[in-house]
Each structure stands twice: as structure tokens, then as C-alpha cells.
Nanobody, 122 residues
Framework: QVGLVESGGGLVQPGGSLRLSCAAS????????MAWHRQAPGKQRELVTS???????YYADSVKGRFTISRDNAKNTVYLQMNSLKPEDTAVYYC????WGRGGPRARYDYYGQGTQVTVSS
């Protein structure tokens, strides 16, 4: 049974930083592409960033230069470092896995975590 457990969300002021973590289990993490999606109130879920096993990355235009995705295959964990946070980054952030390893906006993400709330507000 695949499990994706996110942590690290919370309340932060505009301009601040947060680091999200996602621990994976029950899957071949080392061959999967991993990603972070987010869903803001009243909006559709959107792909924020992804990373392949070769560490090829994709970023949505709205987060380029501010967010960084990374992975540690030894720990079966993917991270999202978020800097210069804006109120419009407020959303539930979901970790996701593409077991075929493709990543990016055209991949099929088979598994999602329960999500972690990120709120950017003064």
C-alpha cells in the first residue's frame, strides 16, 4: 500500500519561507517522479513542481526562482523549499508520485498524499 505523508506546512508572513517534506512508502521511490501540487480555495488543483529520478525539474511559472524541489532517495523523501512566499501561494499542498518516472505537466500522477496547509498572511 502506497503512502505519501506531507509535513511542514503552517502560517507564514509574506516574504517568509517554509520547507515541506513528503515521506513515501510502499512504492519504488527510486524510479518514481515526484511532484508537489496545490489547491487554493475555489480553484482547481495545479502542478507546482516535479522532479525525476535524474533530478530533471519542472516549475510552474508562478513559482520559478522562489521554490526549489529536491529528493533524497536514501530517505524516500521529497522536499519543497519555498522562499519569498506570497499571499497567493496560500493553498493545500499535496505530494504526488508518478510511478512511471516521467514527471512534468503531462505525467499521470498515480498517488497523492493527504495534503498540508500553507497560509501566507500578515
Amino acid at each position: 500500500q502506497v503512502g505519501l505523508v506531507e509535513s511542514g506546512g503552517g502560517l507564514v508572513q509574506p516574504g517568509g519561507s517554509l520547507r515541506l517534506s513528503c515521506a513515501a512508502s510502499g512504492m519504488r521511490f527510486e524510479i518514481a517522479a515526484m511532484a508537489w501540487h496545490r489547491q487554493a480555495p475555489g480553484k482547481q488543483r495545479e502542478l507546482v513542481t516535479s522532479i525525476t529520478t535524474a533530478h530533471s525539474t519542472y516549475y510552474a511559472d508562478s513559482v520559478k526562482g522562489r521554490f526549489t524541489i529536491s529528493r533524497d532517495n536514501a530517505k524516500n523523501t521529497v522536499y519543497l523549499q519555498m522562499n519569498s512566499l506570497k499571499p497567493e501561494d496560500t493553498a493545500v499542498y499535496y505530494c504526488a508520485a508518478d510511478r512511471w518516472g516521467r514527471g512534468g505537466p503531462r505525467a499521470r500522477y498515480d498517488y497523492y498524499g493527504q495534503g498540508t496547509q500553507v497560509t501566507v498572511s500578515s
